[in-house]
């Protein structure tokens, strides 16, 4: 969730009026937070995860399924604890924190805490989750369930909202989804308005069909409305944005409204947190491909795995210039990817790193980036910065454009948050006791808290064995592009290779090669150790007892057989709950019946009432 404030927000036309004095006063603040806080040294690790739920209405009598739009009633629940303890009502700290998230039918739950840094607190992670999916379910009415999965399979489909509604929205325009879907703070459909405004055309989503045996070839949608003329833009899907044998979108919602699993890292400092910000990057697509569980978008079965490329598409408000479609003429650069992507820079200055890994054509604002210099900060930090700063601010509240830039980062906090990379670099709060943390972004939500835990836990303890053991993970820039490119890929775990440091001891041999999903988990012969050998080492380096070292050993095997294949990824099981359904009739649709049959199904599984052996193999939900 970004950064959420009151007031009046404006108009793309009034709002870019203000965008240099936005990017210049929340420079202001970063150098601010940097001057203050540069040498602050923090004693251990905190952390903390974040599960995005979707609420959904199952009517097990008519076997159908809706979204529900009663977040906000949900959450108004959720949430007194915290308010009461905030207001000293009470002094019980909350079991869990809840926020809003892009879409009215999702809710968020973080602990109510951060865990700290030893092996203990990792054992309380799963139970922390087990508890925020039990009080998410004693606040919603007795037909509504939290599901922990990416996103709902028939989101934009006909009558799958528990208030109908028409996609006649002035917001996102859209000819599959109301305005009602979107979270009603002024943020959000102003946001998605100024985002189409900006960009001069709706956001064009399209992710390939599965073509099976009776999908037609081409595939041309035909729940598409070519004919519709309710707005300007409906125009778009006709002229070629709707590409043929693709599943068409062209909302936010279809990107935003996509559940995550995210992690965030206090260091100790703020070279550590660069540090592990840097080696954290290459890892973010093989956790992207290893977490893939989003194989199907509006009603169809779509040749992917994951869900990156949908919310990069939802939330491009480049221009055509940016987009490099017209020569430069009004707009200041010609920028290769979405606010939405990977990263494009490293950013540690230790031994291990060399410019020749940042190898993309890094475009960023020189009058920042000499700004920041000049201010003393180094030459890496400052074009990382001036890189997140080529953005415009896409909402500004009229109320908030004069501000302490001693005591606020709002205006920093505007770029930084819509800057939706793999891993974030995140300053500390102005007068906060946090720390520099980093945020590890690119896992997508899995269908049980047992699975969850276990991908939390295990990126915690590979930040532990990244520094304790000093892995160099560094490989160029291109390449991790590349590797997210392949975690899109249907099967892409078993089927591909990703780009690997063969080396991850030394800085002297920096070759990489193409390297199996097994292979990078559970190493290879006469090579790259494995992730998951490397922590049962870190593990066997100290003083960890018995029983906390099984239960870690759970879901390190969870990681390992997902890798090896021996269990199934989210995303291969959620297609076979489709394939082989008896009413799937080998055309990519996933129908109404479908769906409710695969919700319950998830439901069940992530409740412990229904084993699901391809996918959990021996362990419990």
């Given at each position: 969730?970004?950064?959420?404030?009151?007031?009046?927000?404006?108009?793309?036309?009034?709002?870019?009026?203000?965008?240099?004095?936005?990017?210049?006063?929340?420079?202001?603040?970063?150098?601010?937070?940097?001057?203050?806080?540069?040498?602050?040294?923090?004693?251990?690790?905190?952390?903390?995860?974040?599960?995005?739920?979707?609420?959904?209405?199952?009517?097990?009598?008519?076997?159908?399924?809706?979204?529900?739009?009663?977040?906000?009633?949900?959450?108004?629940?959720?949430?007194?604890?915290?308010?009461?303890?905030?207001?000293?009502?009470?002094?019980?700290?909350?079991?869990?924190?809840?926020?809003?998230?892009?879409?009215?039918?999702?809710?968020?739950?973080?602990?109510?805490e951060p865990y700290g840094a030893t092996f203990r607190d990792l054992m309380t992670v799963e139970a922390s989750m087990k508890k925020r999916r039990q009080l998410a379910i004693e606040a919603m009415l007795p037909d509504e369930i939290p599901v922990t999965l990416v996103n709902y399979p028939r989101l934009g489909c006909p009558h799958e909202l528990e208030i109908d509604s028409e996609p006649h929205g002035k917001a996102?325009?859209?000819?599959?989804?109301?305005?009602?879907?979107?979270?009603?703070?002024?943020?959000?459909?102003?946001?998605?308005?100024?985002?189409?405004?900006?960009?001069?055309?709706?956001?064009?989503?399209?992710?390939?069909?599965?073509?099976?045996?009776?999908?037609?070839?081409p595939f041309i949608d035909p729940t598409i409305p070519y004919d519709r003329e309710v707005f300007d833009h409906d125009k778009e899907a006709k002229n070629g944005a709707a590409k043929p044998d693709h599943i068409y979108m062209d909302a936010m919602a279809f990107g935003m409204g996509c559940c995550c699993l995210q992690i965030t890292f206090q260091a100790c400092n703020i070279d550590e947190a660069r540090h592990l910000?840097?080696?954290?990057?290459?890892?973010?697509?093989?956790?992207?491909?290893?977490?893939?569980?989003?194989?199907?978008?509006?009603?169809?079965?779509?040749?992917?795995?994951?869900?990156?490329?949908?919310?990069?598409?939802?939330?491009?408000?480049?221009?055509?210039?940016?987009?490099?479609?017209?020569?430069?003429?009004?707009?200041?650069?010609?920028?290769?990817?979405?606010?939405?992507?990977?990263?494009?820079?490293?950013?540690?200055?230790?031994?291990?790193?060399?410019?020749?890994?940042?190898?993309?054509?890094?475009?960023?604002?020189?009058?920042?980036?000499?700004?920041?210099?000049?201010?003393?900060?180094?030459?890496?930090?400052?074009?990382?910065?001036?890189?997140?700063?080529?953005?415009?601010?896409?909402?500004?509240?009229?109320?908030?454009?004069?501000?302490?830039?001693?005591?606020?980062?709002?205006?920093?906090?505007?770029?930084?948050?819509?800057?939706?990379q793999t891993v974030r670099f995140k300053p500390p709060p102005p007068n906060s006791d946090i720390g520099w943390r980093v945020e590890f972004r690119s896992m997508e939500v899995q269908l049980t808290d047992f699975e969850n835990a276990a991908f939390s836990v295990f990126i915690v303890l590979l930040t532990r064995v990244i520094l304790s053991f000093g892995l160099n993970l560094y490989i160029p820039i291109t390449k991790?592009?590349?590797?997210?490119?392949?975690?899109?890929?249907?099967?892409?775990?078993?089927?591909?290779?990703?780009?690997?440091?063969?080396?991850?001891?030394?800085?002297?041999?920096?070759?990489?090669?193409?390297?199996?999903?097994?292979?990078?988990?559970?190493?290879?012969?006469?090579?790259?150790?494995?992730?998951?050998?490397?922590?049962?080492?870190?593990?066997?380096?100290?003083?960890?007892?018995?029983?906390?070292?099984?239960?870690?050993?759970?879901?390190?095997?969870?990681?390992?057989?997902?890798?090896?294949?021996?269990?199934?990824?989210?995303?291969?099981?959620?297609?076979?709950?489709?394939?082989?359904?008896?009413?799937?009739?080998?055309?990519?649709?996933?129908?109404?019946?479908?769906?409710?049959?695969?919700?319950?199904?998830?439901?069940?599984?992530?409740?412990?009432?229904?084993?699901?052996?391809?996918?959990?193999?021996?362990?419990?939900?």
């Amino acid at each position: 969730m970004g950064l959420l404030s009151l007031g009046t927000p404006l108009h793309w036309n009034d709002a870019k009026k203000y965008a240099d004095h936005v990017r210049s006063h929340g420079i202001d603040q970063f150098l601010s937070v940097y001057r203050k806080q540069r040498s602050r040294q923090k004693q251990c690790l905190l952390w903390g995860d974040e599960v995005e739920y979707v609420v959904v209405k199952l009517d097990k009598e008519n076997r159908t399924t809706k979204l529900s739009l009663r977040a906000f009633d949900i959450l108004a629940s959720l949430q007194k604890t915290e308010q009461d303890y905030l207001e000293g009502k009470t002094t019980q700290p909350p079991e869990a924190l809840w926020r809003p998230e892009y879409g009215r039918f999702m809710i968020e739950g973080t602990p109510g805490e951060p865990y700290g840094a030893t092996f203990r607190d990792l054992m309380t992670v799963e139970a922390s989750m087990k508890k925020r999916r039990q009080l998410a379910i004693e606040a919603m009415l007795p037909d509504e369930i939290p599901v922990t999965l990416v996103n709902y399979p028939r989101l934009g489909c006909p009558h799958e909202l528990e208030i109908d509604s028409e996609p006649h929205g002035k917001a996102c325009q859209s000819m599959f989804v109301p305005d009602e879907v979107i979270n009603p703070h002024a943020r959000f459909p102003t946001l998605t308005a100024n985002i189409r405004r900006r960009r001069g055309a709706k956001v064009e989503i399209n992710m390939p069909i599965f073509h099976d045996k009776n999908t037609p070839r081409p595939f041309i949608d035909p729940t598409i409305p070519y004919d519709r003329e309710v707005f300007d833009h409906d125009k778009e899907a006709k002229n070629g944005a709707a590409k043929p044998d693709h599943i068409y979108m062209d909302a936010m919602a279809f990107g935003m409204g996509c559940c995550c699993l995210q992690i965030t890292f206090q260091a100790c400092n703020i070279d550590e947190a660069r540090h592990l910000y840097d080696h954290l990057a290459p890892v973010a697509p093989i956790m992207l491909a290893l977490t893939g569980a989003s194989p199907i978008y509006r009603g169809y079965l779509a040749d992917v795995d994951t869900r990156w490329n949908v919310i990069a598409s939802a939330v491009d408000d480049r221009t055509p210039e940016e987009r490099g479609l017209k020569p430069l003429e009004n707009d200041r650069f010609v920028i290769n990817k979405s606010r939405y992507d990977s990263i494009d820079t490293y950013i540690s200055n230790d031994a291990m790193y060399n410019e020749k890994y940042n190898d993309l054509d890094l475009v960023y604002d020189k009058d920042i980036y000499e700004k920041l210099r000049k201010n003393d900060v180094d030459d890496l930090l400052a074009r990382h910065m001036s890189h997140l700063f080529i953005r415009d601010p896409l909402v500004i509240f009229e109320e908030l454009l004069d501000q302490d830039d001693e005591n606020s980062m709002d205006h920093f906090e505007n770029l930084q948050s819509t800057n939706w990379q793999t891993v974030r670099f995140k300053p500390p709060p102005p007068n906060s006791d946090i720390g520099w943390r980093v945020e590890f972004r690119s896992m997508e939500v899995q269908l049980t808290d047992f699975e969850n835990a276990a991908f939390s836990v295990f990126i915690v303890l590979l930040t532990r064995v990244i520094l304790s053991f000093g892995l160099n993970l560094y490989i160029p820039i291109t390449k991790v592009d590349e590797n997210m490119a392949t975690a899109h890929n249907r099967g892409s775990v078993l089927n591909d290779k990703f780009y690997f440091r063969k080396n991850v001891f030394t800085e002297e041999e920096d070759e990489y090669e193409l390297m199996t999903m097994n292979e990078i988990i559970n190493g290879k012969d006469q090579g790259f150790p494995g992730f998951v050998p490397l922590i049962h080492s870190y593990l066997s380096s100290t003083n960890i007892d018995i029983e906390t070292r099984c239960e870690l050993t759970r879901y390190l095997s969870l990681i390992s057989k997902r890798a090896s294949g021996e269990l199934m990824t989210g995303a291969t099981y959620l297609r076979k709950l489709v394939t082989s359904h008896p009413q799937y009739k080998q055309d990519s649709v996933v129908s109404p019946e479908i769906t409710y049959d695969l919700i319950n199904t998830v439901d069940r599984i992530a409740r412990g009432e229904l084993k699901a052996p391809e996918l959990l193999g021996d362990f419990n939900a």
